[in-house]
RNA sequence: GCCGAGAUGGUGUAGCGGUUAGCACAAGGGCCUGUGGAGCCCUUGGCUCGGGUUCGAAUCCCGAUCUCGGCCCCA
């Protein structure tokens, strides 16, 4: 009765902040990088978001969906991309390249378990109208340092060309998609099973020899022939101005018929993944007329989950001495709230001990204590909480004395 | 959609057929009408929900819901 619908969470607080905090850092990140955002509506018609990878009537499996009042076909949006697409094929007067970022809530019918829930957020970037690796490795570079800007540092960015390893397969067997879907949960269930369940469609060995190449990507491309070995070298080359720690690994796949070239995928060790993405030239032509279009994906509550510290927030809280003064307080709050100093004062009309209570446990780093003494003389005490010091401070002063 | 393990005040737990359902922390108040994180005291608040077995169910059985893990799927 109480709890959030299945697979929701509510955020209070400290967790809130943090949350909010991880996204500031992302936005920051992707305006600095000339990114511009998008808002667009949780509800799209059902039928835009079916159009994907000509998934069609399946999608309805994992998504949300209902019939409005007037028996229209809705559901809320399960990533960034659908409705950017509907956009980009609505808008050809929108100038190309558009590089649009785009941060908010997605929702997906999944039956929730380690790291998934049905609501969550992500954080996009996206160009659409360039063919170029330029595109691709610009959106990589700014999601590497948005994650770098959070405090991470640890993380890999596993890149493959789907053309490629399409190609590299389709030697073996026929079934690509099969196979795909097996060497994805390389991650997941190990070698040995991927190898398993390999060997009833195809000659596993080969398979397997292929996705387990690794080093320089010169070398590896080296012993293989198809398409999409330029896009990756060029993009391995244009990775180093961008300080992107960028792996390629031939048994990344993501998603069957979504991505049409390079894909990429934030690995934070341990089988998490923070998100991923990768090019696909022909969504939005299902729209409207065909242009290229790459995009990446940060999964901001993974990387909420996985970031363990709190966020620091300075809070001051403002006491009084006797609730007659409490109208004082109102003066001071409104002097550090126009100086930019977060602040609140006491709205219960509680003593003295009762506020210091509360402002201890709501983590206030510092009260200011209105007395009448010091109020005569234009003052107040400031306590820090940390280390439990006070000094006395002319009301004019404030502002200055609590900025640091 | 499928499989497994769970569910006791806000949180963490004890109880495992008959208890006034205990404890700790948190929350509200007091000892203390100019000082928090210590102490003492008081207060509020609980057996997830529905059925069944039984003289009697938090406890046993079935179902639902939710949580956690796994499968499917992962756009």
């Not at 980009?88 to 829930?117: S, T």
């Not at 959070?150 to 397969?169: M, P, Q, W």
């Not at 198809?226 to 180093?240: A, P, V």
Request: aromatic share 8%; proline share 4%; net charge neutral.
């Amino acid at each position: 009765m109480l709890k959030p619908p299945k697979g929701m969470t509510d955020y209070l607080f400290e967790d809130a902040e943090k949350l909010e905090w991880i996204m500031e850092r992302i936005r920051n990140v992707f305006i600095r990088f000339g990114f511009r955002p998008f808002v667009t509506p949780a509800l799209e018609r059902f039928e835009v978001l079916s159009a994907k990878g000509g998934l069609g009537e399946a999608v309805k499996d994992e998504i949300y969906w209902f019939e409005d009042k007037s028996g229209r076909e809705i559901a809320l949006r399960f990533d960034h991309t659908m409705p950017l697409a509907r956009i980009a094929a609505a808008h050809p007067d929108l100038k190309r390249p558009i590089r649009r970022y785009c941060i908010g809530r997605v929702w997906r019918y999944d039956n929730p378990q380690r790291m998934r829930k049905r609501e969550f957020w992500q954080a996009d970037v996206d160009i659409v109208g360039s063919e170029s690796v330029f595109a691709d490795v610009e959106c990589v570079g700014a999601v590497c340092q948005a994650l770098r800007e959070i405090g991470f540092s640890g993380f890999r960015v596993r890149v493959n060309n789907r053309k490629l390893i399409e190609s590299a397969v389709r030697v073996f067997t026929d079934d690509v998609r099969t196979v795909f879907r097996i060497i994805d949960k390389l991650d997941k269930i190990g070698p040995e099973k991927v190898r398993d369940e390999l060997s009833g469609v195809c000659n596993a060995e080969s398979v397997m020899r292929l996705i387990s190449l690794r080093g320089e990507p010169e070398k590896i491309l080296s012993q293989l022939k198809g398409e999409g070995k330029q896009e990756i070298l060029e993009f391995f080359s244009l990775c180093r101005r961008y300080d992107i720690p960028a792996v390629l690994d031939l048994s990344l796949v993501r998603g069957l018929e979504y991505y049409t070239s390079l894909v990429f995928e934030i690995d934070a060790g341990e089988g998490v993944s923070f998100g991923g993405g990768g090019r696909y030239d022909s969504l939005i032509g299902i729209f409207g007329r065909p242009e290229p279009a790459t995009g990446m994906s940060i999964g901001v509550t993974r990387v909420f989950e996985a970031l363990k510290d709190s966020v620091e927030r300075r809070r001051i809280f403002v006491a009084v001495t006797d609730t007659e003064l409490a109208e004082k307080a109102i003066d001071v709050c409104a002097k550090l709230r126009s100086a930019g100093i977060p602040c609140e004062y006491e709205v219960c009309g509680r003593n003295l001990k009762k506020q210091m209570e509360y402002a201890d446990r709501t983590g206030a780093c510092t009260v200011v204590i209105l007395g009448k003494k010091e109020l005569e003389k234009g003052q107040a005490v400031v306590r820090n909480m940390i280390n439990g010091k006070e000094s006395t401070v002319s009301l004019d002063d404030l502002p200055n004395a609590l900025q640091e």
